[in-house]
């Protein structure tokens, strides 16, 4: 009875996989060639086709900012490095000029100030001061707000903003008498 019932079980398997391998067969038959697309999954997105993002590679220092230990500021980049000494890699951030700048050349860190009023109104930290233009003094700093957002163009600032974590680096490494470099 057993060789019985094992026969009857392979039996209805064949069977079974014959139904299933019909109907695929019938249900591909039957389809169109190429499926329906909707608007939206006609194409992939980008951000499904693009690959994750990967360590942003820091800019490059400018090549005509000098050489030794020293604060390159470039005006056009808007972008600060901290230059140590030879061999390490600088570190580099983005910063928001104010609506006054210095010139370009070469500058020395003149005073510091931990904690202030910047001269839009706003409570900055770790300010480290370097030039003067149009009667405005220039320097670093950032908001206690961690905000860097544009400057009201009506007003001559000389705060140049950057991030809270960068101004903690700024402040460590711009001390009294440090050099500082303004490329175009």
Known sequence: MASRSSGIVAGLTVAALAAV?????QASATAPAAPAQTPQAAAPSAAAVAPAPGPEKPAAVPADSGTGVRVVYSLGQKRVWLVGEDGREPRT???????????TGTYLVSSRSGAVTGSDGVPVEHVVRFASADGVVVGFS??????MPQPDP???TGGIRMSRADGDAMW?????????????
């Open 21 to 25: 391998g019909f109907l695929g067969y």
């Open 172 to 184: 460590a490494f711009a001390t009294i008498n440090s050099k500082i470099v303004v490329v175009p």
């Open 154 to 156: 009506a007003k001559k």
């Open 93 to 103: 951030f983005p910063v928001m000029p104010s609506t006054v700048h210095p010139k």
């Open 142 to 147: 950032a908001r206690t707000d961690g905000g």
